[in-house]
């Protein structure tokens, strides 16, 4: 999507100095992009059937291009798959994705190639069926080895219980829908400040998600934080992107900026809180540990 480029001394711009975008915040902002040029080349192998299609009759036209559509099936599922599994790997605890996007992404790009491969028209013996089975397989192989496979099992943070650990990655993964659906929502304005101003916003609660999954303790005091107030920043967002995108407001612009700012503060704090929680947490348990070891006469007396 193209985005809009303006600043102080530009025509409709806003009047107010703001800080320049960040490069890794936009980056954050569009999420994890792991694997793109082998992704990218799962959509342009299969171009070559378009021309072909239209050379070899009804039959092979349609041959051609039920491959053309198994291939680029293929290639969406598997882009999909790699996502899913990049956002499986930066979390510390995590559900498994429930459909195997890169496994099927393999069947059908399997499917695809012997496809393409077949020769319409050919005569029924077993070397025309033979050959193009044999490439589907080696292809859709090949596709495991170069993207491997879809994560299988749960990721449980360690010493917590998998009962704990699914109701984190509940919370968890309804926080990631409504930050996904406000990076998508920003994403239409096209203003690069905006977006960079999210990506910050995103960041900021990422420090919390991060703390509930070392001690999943904390996700009493913050599960509204990850629910009801996140969600209410999605759907702030929402109407500010429908708003700006039919009148360009600046004030409804300062108004929303403010309001990520409260919070932004307020989710930091939060996170802070949570962290001296945790090392109150630790302070006890060493007390009572040396109390316990000074009463059975097991402590060094360092006077």
């Known amino acids: 999507m193209a985005q809009r480029f303006g600043g102080r001394y530009s025509p409709g711009g806003d009047a107010r100095p703001r800080a320049e975008p960040d490069t890794d915040e936009l980056r954050r902002a569009r999420g994890p992009d792991p694997m793109r040029a082998r992704r990218n080349l799962l959509f342009l192998a299969p171009v070559p059937l378009l021309f072909t299609a239209f050379s070899g009759g009804a039959l092979g036209l349609a041959t051609d291009l039920s491959a053309l559509a198994m291939l680029w099936g293929g290639a969406w599922l598997t882009s999909e798959g790699v996502r899913a599994q990049a956002a499986f790997d930066a979390r510390t605890t995590a559900r498994r994705p429930a459909i195997p996007r890169k496994l099927f992404g393999a069947v059908l790009t399997g499917t695809g190639v012997a496809l393409a491969t077949l020769a319409p028209g050919a005569p029924a013996d077993a070397g025309a069926v033979l050959a193009p089975a044999i490439f589907g397989v080696v292809a859709a192989a090949l596709h495991v080895l170069a993207f491997g496979a879809d994560p299988l099992r749960d990721k449980l943070a360690a010493g917590v219980d998998a009962f704990q650990s699914g109701r984190v990655a509940r919370v968890l993964d309804e926080g990631e829908r409504h930050l996904t659906a406000m990076r ?75 309001f990520l ?12 809180t949570l962290l001296l929680d945790d090392r109150s947490d630790l302070t006890v348990e060493i007390d009572v540990l040396r109390e316990r070891l000074a009463r059975e006469g097991l402590l060094r007396d360092d006077k």
């Open 184 to 258: 998508e929502a920003i994403g239409r304005t096209g203003e690069r400040a905006l977006i960079s101003r999210v990506a910050r916003f995103e960041a900021t609660v990422r420090e919390m998600f991060a703390r509930v999954e070392n001690d999943p303790r904390d996700l009493t005091a913050a599960r509204r934080w990850l629910g009801v107030y996140l969600e209410g920043a999605r759907n702030a967002t929402v109407k500010f992107t429908d708003l700006w995108l039919r009148s360009r407001d600046t004030d409804a612009r300062v108004q929303y900026e403010a």
């Open 261 to 272: 700012d409260d919070l932004e503060a307020n989710f930091a704090a939060r996170s802070q």
